[in-house]
């Protein structure tokens, strides 16, 4: 008997179901290796006696922690807030919790150090964003390790079931036709870093973007940034100082844009009757500058929110299915026709 207001223990379901305390955590955690009647035994009397097993227990019982963890190498910190945010909305209702590990994939320890934070935490599984997603070793590495992971990239590096496609290449189209349409036909491209697979989708989305319309994107207005404010305003200073500088820029993130017009305000030149800029991402810095910056939007929050539902899957270790995301533009007061005298 379980004394009234006792709390039920995985010995109180083992005795009364009459099975081992090893049975009992099979069933609680889907194992093969219990046969159907026992199965049903078990869980009749969980279910009537109302228990709960302890994350712990089921941690141990799997080799496994209760932990998830984000593995990131981004400069943008609105991005990763956000995708935080999203990932742990998807681990709400669930016992997993989320640990942030920040790395730099140019530091000669970066892989071995991965590696020995995941055996060490033996995670439940591995959250992916960019540009950390791209690398192909650590995701060999969390293979050998036996922890799943579900990888957040721009295209399809694996199976579309571990993968959160964000499709890069069409919201840079989607700017080169609204700078386009505006008129403009000196156009600069501040680029993400080289190392960054977004970097090159964005680049070649917004160059197939202007073919479109018979506009060359001039590789000497093409300068490659790092995804950060500082990198945004050193590239714009260079293009501005130009003799025939451009008179619109697409920037491959939004912190990158800011910098631009910061560069454009040192400069005494007017966004955006004197230049055009636009963004990336949707970050909430973008409505809050003035004016408020044009920027292909990429749901951050929920990008996250679906890799951690993917990511949780079922218990035999199963993911869902493959998740896409398309960017859309979003038009605001940083875009204009180009002045009368360009």
């Not at 009647?37 to 709960?52: L, S, W």
């Not at 991965?114 to 293979?143: N, T, W």
């Not at 093409?222 to 260079?238: I, R, S, W």
Request: glycine residues 8%; contains cysteine.
């Amino acid at each position: 008997m379980i004394k009234p207001g006792g709390k039920v223990t995985i010995n109180d379901i083992a005795r009364l179901a009459g099975v081992s305390k090893k049975t009992v955590s099979r069933v609680i955690n889907d194992s093969p290796k219990v046969r159907p009647a026992t199965r049903e035994k078990v869980q009749a009397v969980i279910e009537a006696h109302g228990y709960t097993p302890h994350p712990e227990a089921r941690a141990l019982a799997l080799r496994k922690s209760y932990l998830v963890a984000m593995i990131y190498d981004n400069p943008s910190p609105q991005y990763i807030v956000s995708m935080q945010r999203g990932i742990l909305d998807a681990l709400e209702a669930s016992d997993l919790q989320l640990v942030i590990r920040p790395c730099d994939r140019n530091e000669d320890d970066y892989f071995e150090s991965i590696r020995r934070f995941i055996k060490q935490q033996r995670f439940y599984g591995a959250i992916l964003p960019p540009s950390v997603s791209e690398d192909q070793e650590l995701v060999d590495m969390l293979e050998e390790n036996n922890c799943r992971y579900v990888r957040i990239a721009s295209v399809i590096m694996d199976s579309p079931l571990n993968t959160v496609k964000t499709h890069d290449s069409e919201g840079a189209e989607k700017a080169a036709h609204h700078i386009a349409d505006l008129g403009h036909t000196r156009i600069a491209h501040i680029r993400g870093p080289l190392a960054f697979r977004s970097s090159h989708e964005r680049f070649r989305g917004f160059e197939l973007g202007l073919n479109e319309y018979g506009i060359r994107l001039d590789s000497g207005l093409v300068l490659e940034g790092g995804y950060t404010y500082e990198t945004g305003f050193d590239c714009a200073t260079q293009l501005l100082a130009m003799e025939n500088r451009p008179t619109a820029v697409f920037c491959g993130n939004d912190e990158m844009a800011v910098g631009a017009y910061q560069a454009a305000r040192q400069a005494g030149i007017r966004v955006p009757e004197d230049i055009s800029i636009v963004g990336y991402d949707d970050t909430p810095i973008a409505s809050r500058v003035w004016p408020r910056l044009t920027t292909v939007r990429m749901p951050i929050r929920e990008m996250g929110k679906a890799a951690g539902q993917l990511l949780l899957g079922d218990p035999n270790g199963n993911l869902r299915r493959y998740v896409s995301f398309t960017p859309e533009l979003v038009v605001r007061e940083s875009t204009a026709p180009p002045p009368q005298d360009s």
